[in-house]
C-alpha cells in the first residue's frame, strides 16, 4: 500500500534537477527520471521516445512500471510525422492541445467530437485536424498512455514523456501536469547534456584517442600533486556547464555546440598548470608569502604553455589562462578587462570560485552555498562577469546546485 502522504513537488524537481546536472550517461539520465516518475506520481507505468539523431527518428527509449502495462522499449519507431510527434513539432498543430505543453487522452476524445462539430458547418473546414486527433488517440491507445508531455532543447523536440495511467485510475491534477511539464523542460536540457558528452565519448574512441590519453594522463598528474585538486576539477567542470546552460536558457548567450565541448575540456583542465607549481607551495595551510603567490599565479600562462603544443586544445586555453581574470582588469595574468575576457574564462571564474568557497580548505570552512552567493553576487561587475553570476544565482534559486 503506497503511502498518501501528498507530494512536494517543488522540493522533488528541485531535487531532480539536482541529480540531472551531474549525470553525463543519456541512458541513466532517462532511466532516472522514468523511475521518479513511476515512484513518486504513482503511474502504473511511464516511458519516454526520446529524439536519436543518429537515425533521425524518435524511438520509444524506455518503460517502467506494473509488468503487462508498460510498452517494450524500442516497441517502434516515429517520425515527425508520426501524431504524436506531428502535434508536438508543428505549429499548426499546437493550438490543439487543451492543456498546454500536454496532451491528455480525455481532452482528445473531446477535441475529436469539436472537431466533428465544427466540420459539420459550412464554413469551417476541418483541414485534417480531425483525423490527427484521431490518430493521436489511437496511437496513445496503442502505447496505453494516458498523457504525453514534450521536452524541448531550444524549439527542437528532444523527447515525449508518456504516461500511463495514475493508480485507481485517477485523472492527473493540473499541479501534477505542470510538475511534468517543468520536469521535462529541465530534463530536455539535462538530456542533451548527457547526449554531447556521449557523442565527445564516440568521437573521442574514433579519432582523438591521443586527446583522450593526454587529457587522462595530465589530470591524474595533477590530482597526485594537489590534494585539494581531488573532486574539485570535477566539481567545476560540471558548475560551469550547468551555468552556460543556464545563460543559454535564459536567453542571456547563445552557445554553438562545440562551445560545451570546449568549455567541459577547459574546465577539466583548468588547473593543468599547477603541474609547475613546487608541491610546498600548493599544499601550503598557511597563507602564502607574495612571492609564494606571484609563483602560484604562473600556473594560468604554465597551462596555456602545456596544452599550446597540442593542436587539439587550441579553442580550449582561453579558459585555461585567463580563469583568474577580474571583470575590473585587476586579475591576471594579462589583465583583461570586462568584454574582452573570454566568455569561457569568465564562466570558469565563477565555478572555481563558488566550489573554491563551498569546499572546507586547510586555512578555513567552507561557506554555505547562501553565503557563497551573496558574496559573489556582491562582487558581479567587479570580479566577475555579471551573466555569469546572474546564471549562478538562478540556479541556485531554483535548487539546481
Known amino acids: 500500500m503506497r503511502s498518501k502522504t501528498k507530494i512536494n513537488y517543488k522540493k522533488e524537481l528541485e531535487s531532480a534537477s539536482k541529480t540531472m546536472i551531474m549525470i553525463h550517461d543519456p541512458q541513466l539520465l532517462i532511466k532516472m527520471i522514468v523511475r521518479m516518475i513511476v515512484n513518486k506520481v504513482h503511474v502504473k507505468h511511464a516511458g519516454m521516445i526520446t529524439y536519436d539523431a543518429q537515425k533521425d527518428a524518435y524511438v ?23 501524431p504524436v510527434i ?62 504525453c508531455v514534450p521536452a524541448y532543447y531550444q524549439d527542437h523536440l528532444l523527447a515525449v514523456l ?12 493540473q499541479e501534477e501536469l505542470d510538475f511534468f511539464a517543468a ?6 536540457m539535462a538530456i542533451r547534456n548527457a547526449q554531447l558528452f556521449a557523442g565527445m565519448k564516440r568521437e573521442s574512441s574514433r579519432n582523438r584517442e591521443l586527446f583522450i590519453q593526454t587529457t587522462a594522463v595530465l589530470g591524474s598528474t595533477i590530482e597526485a600533486k594537489d590534494k585539494y585538486t581531488h573532486g574539485h576539477t570535477a566539481r567545476v ?3 560551469a556547464l550547468a551555468i552556460a546552460r543556464q545563460m543559454a536558457a535564459s536567453g542571456s548567450a547563445n552557445f554553438t555546440e562545440s562551445f560545451f565541448e570546449n568549455l567541459y575540456i577547459s574546465g577539466m583542465l583548468h588547473d593543468i598548470g599547477k603541474i609547475g607549481v613546487p608541491e610546498a607551495i600548493l599544499n601550503k595551510k598557511e597563507k602564502l608569502t607574495k612571492e609564494e603567490f606571484e609563483i602560484m599565479k604562473r600556473h594560468t600562462i604554465l ?10 586544445f587550441k579553442d580550449c586555453i582561453d579558459g585555461v589562462k585567463f580563469h583568474h581574470e577580474r571583470y575590473d582588469g585587476q586579475g591576471y595574468p594579462a589583465g583583461l578587462k570586462g568584454e574582452a575576457i573570454p566568455i569561457t574564462a569568465a564562466i570558469i571564474a565563477v565555478a572555481d570560485t563558488f566550489d573554491a568557497m563551498t569546499t572546507d580548505r586547510p586555512y578555513r570552512k567552507a561557506y554555505r552555498k547562501d ?22 544565482v538562478e540556479l541556485y534559486e531554483a535548487g539546481k546546485i
Open 162 to 173: 508518456l504516461l500511463g495511467p495514475k493508480e485507481r485510475d485517477k485523472r492527473f491534477e
Open 60 to 82: 520509444l527509449n524506455i518503460s517502467r512500471g506494473e509488468t503487462g502495462v508498460r510498452v517494450p522499449p524500442g516497441f517502434t519507431r516515429f517520425n515527425r510525422e508520426s
Open 303 to 312: 597551462g596555456e604553455e602545456i596544452l599550446k603544443p597540442l593542436s587539439v
Open 183 to 188: 520536469l521535462a523542460s529541465d530534463a530536455a
Open 237 to 239: 567542470t560540471n558548475y
Open 371 to 392: 553565503e557563497a552567493i551573496a558574496e559573489i553576487r556582491i562582487n558581479a561587475g567587479v570580479q566577475f562577469h555579471p551573466k555569469p553570476v546572474q546564471a549562478l
Open 86 to 147: 506531428k502535434i508536438f513539432v508543428h505549429e499548426d498543430y499546437k493550438a490543439l492541445l487543451f492543456n498546454k505543453n500536454a496532451i491528455i487522452a480525455e481532452d482528445v476524445t473531446r477535441m475529436i467530437w469539436q472537431e466533428t462539430v465544427l466540420s459539420g458547418r459550412d464554413h469551417v473546414p476541418a483541414n485534417g485536424r480531425q483525423e490527427l486527433l484521431e490518430k493521436v488517440g489511437e496511437q496513445m491507445q496503442a502505447l496505453n498512455s494516458v498523457a
